[in-house]
């Protein structure tokens, strides 16, 4: 019998869940820290790809930590502003708003790495330069997303008014859309183009790469105490440090993290883009 890929991610979870609550139970350690990841692709792939790493970060701190996202990044974003996770990655942006509003402090990012924002077109409309995308129905994955769609709309703004926008929920979400005739453009970001499908990646080109910024922050809400993040920093500095530890990150897309400040978003905050 042959098992689809949505299968894929729950049997990986269960199997880990059921190890985690064995280790947790010997430890007589009862606490579980819920890792929200923002769901910029389908909750399936982020499962597969993020779950592993949280069993070795659970190992490592001796605390069980639970994979955790949202149908949308709508919903995220009001989830973190409830303060729903113990441990979140958010887009810039999400963090210097509905983030720190909620009390999330900064833990790690991603390692010597910024954040960058492309508008993506169909290999075969033969694009040359953004303003011929004016008037043209251009793919977003939602308001809030920052590279995406913040960075890559303000540049539409001057170089291609009269653009028509659609928010589809996440950076697949617009690559499909693109690579399938529905839209003539779409934001996204470097790192999700790189992890797409190469079958959809190959009817794709990059029509305009932003400047770079921060990238993602990984943050805990303020329940998470002082020496549980003292403890976490050094999970996450240390999974660089093994084959498997680099393994798990190429998954995600990267090759370490680093420790974060809330001040290195400084950056973002200058560009002093209002709440919407």
Not at 87 to 95: D, E, Q, T, V
Request: hydrophobic letters at 40%.
């Amino acid at each position: 019998m042959k098992l689809g890929v949505g299968w894929v991610a729950p049997m990986i979870f269960g199997l880990w869940l059921s190890c985690s609550e064995r280790a947790v139970a010997e430890s007589g350690e009862l606490s579980v820290l819920t890792f929200g990841i923002v769901p910029q692709q389908a909750s399936e792939k982020l499962a597969r790809d993020w779950v592993p790493l949280m069993g070795l970060l659970s190992n490592a701190v001796g605390q069980q930590i639970r994979f955790a996202t949202a149908p949308n990044i709508p919903e995220f974003e009001r989830r973190l502003s409830l303060g729903t996770y113990d441990i979140a990655y958010m887009n810039p942006y999400h963090f210097i708003t509905v983030g720190q509003e909620a009390g999330y402090r900064a833990l790690v990012r991603q390692k010597n790495h910024q954040l960058r924002g492309i508008i993506v077109v169909s290999s075969d409309l033969r694009f040359e330069s953004v303003s011929e995308l004016a008037e043209h129905s251009i793919a977003f994955p939602a308001p809030m997303a920052f590279a995406a769609t913040l960075i890559t709309r303000s540049h539409l703004n001057t170089q291609a008014p009269g653009y028509k926008t659609t928010f589809v929920n996440s950076h697949d979400s617009v690559y499909r859309g693109v690579a399938d005739g529905l839209f003539a453009a779409g934001g996204g970001i470097v790192r999700t183009l790189q992890d797409l499908d190469p079958d959809i990646q190959s009817k794709l080109e990059v029509l305009w790469l932003s400047p770079g910024y921060t990238s993602h922050a990984i943050a805990t809400h303020p329940r998470v105490s002082d020496e549980a993040r003292s403890q976490l920093v050094s999970a996450f500095l240390a999974v660089g440090d093994s084959e498997s530890g680099r393994s798990l990150l190429s998954a995600i897309g990267m090759s370490g993290f680093q420790p974060a400040d809330d001040s290195d978003w400084d950056d973002v905050r200058q560009l002093d883009i209002g709440k919407r």
